[in-house]
């Protein structure tokens, strides 16, 4: 999610869960062999962590890909579903699926230089190119062509003109069955599904059908929500973490990134959602909102935020 999951994301909701894959916002190849900052960065405790790259090159996929994997990532992931005007231009995203060809010859340039997974993740069709054999045709070329043996279908179809980004988010219909049929037709395939999830239940429905769950904006705006997920999904019979401690466990990864010349506020800005419906969150988003931009903002500024909860609460 572009602007939404970076490090400090990441690290953040590492916390919450130890088990669960995490993934980058989609970095372009663009970017990583000519951009300025250093795209492939990353805290050590992210892992298990999958770079999602954009582009449509093969040679420049396979460059980025190498470098991700001597970087240390667990996974690459080419994004095929993202409908934005910007990634269009660039001739990556979900215009890709009209390209099941070229899709294929980037997934196998990338598996041929690399030994972690390479993934796809798509949209169930474009524009009016949505038929369960687009899908099928796009998913069966991509697999047998460039090997992609794992697929994460985002399960609304996106319209390449006329919706913007957040519209295709939420105005295409959710098809989760087209999900279930293709897991059915490609048993061979592990197939995840994403979109429109918005709890754990939702997620153990899903994957009664299927054999993953990608859980994106739920998971941000609400990141409590990861905190049962060892337990729940991945059967850990460790204690649940209580919002209070997540937050006190951040102090000193805030100190540190603080003290290497980060904002405060680009830090804190993911934290903003872990007190959801609860008792005090709007004093909680309030008072960090307000302060964490000031010059010199540091610590104190969330331990304040923090004592605006309720005592009860911190215990929830």
């Known amino acids: 999610m572009l602007d939404w999951t970076d490090r400090h994301c990441r690290y953040f909701h590492r916390l919450l869960s130890s088990q669960t894959l995490l993934y980058t916002e989609m970095v372009t190849t663009g970017a990583i062999i000519h951009g300025k900052g250093d795209f492939l960065a990353y805290n050590e405790e992210e892992h298990p ?4 790259l954009g582009g449509s090159n093969p040679v420049d996929l ?28 660039g001739r990556f995203g979900a215009c890709l699926m009209a390209e099941p060809e070229l899709v294929a010859q980037c997934v196998a340039a990338m598996k041929a230089v690399v030994d972690i997974p390479v993934t796809v993740k798509t949209r169930i069709g474009i524009d009016d190119q949505d038929s369960y054999e687009f899908l099928i045709h796009f998913v069966t070329v991509v697999s047998e062509q460039g090997g992609c043996e794992q697929f994460t279908i985002h399960a609304r179809k996106a319209w390449l003109s006329g919706l913007s980004p957040k519209e295709n988010r939420e105005i295409p219909p959710l098809d989760y069955p087209r999900a279930y049929q293709l897991k059915q037709d490609f048993p061979q395939l592990t197939i995840a599904v ?11 429905e899903h994957l009664q059908h299927l054999d993953g769950v990608m859980i994106g904006r739920e998971a941000y705006q609400s990141p ?4 049962e997920v060892d337990q729940q999904i991945f059967g850990l019979d460790t204690p649940v973490k209580k919002r209070s401690q997540v937050v006190q466990e951040m102090y000193p990864y805030i100190e540190q990134q603080l003290a290497q010349g980060s904002y405060l506020g680009h830090i804190t800005r993911h934290m903003l959602g872990l007190f959801q419906n609860m008792p005090g969150a709007r004093q909680w988003r309030r008072h960090i909102s307000e302060n964490a931009h000031k010059a010199g903002a540091g610590i104190e500024v969330v331990e304040q935020a923090l004592a605006k909860i309720p005592y009860q609460e911190l215990d929830v």
């Open 49 to 52: 962590l999958a770079l999602q």
């Open 62 to 89: 396979a460059r980025c890909a190498k470098l991700a994997q001597e970087r240390g990532y667990d996974e690459i992931n080419l994004n095929v579903g993202c409908p934005s005007d910007r990634v269009q231009n």
């Open 194 to 204: 994403n979109g429109g999830v918005k709890s754990l239940a939702e997620a153990k």
């Open 224 to 227: 409590y929500l990861l905190a």
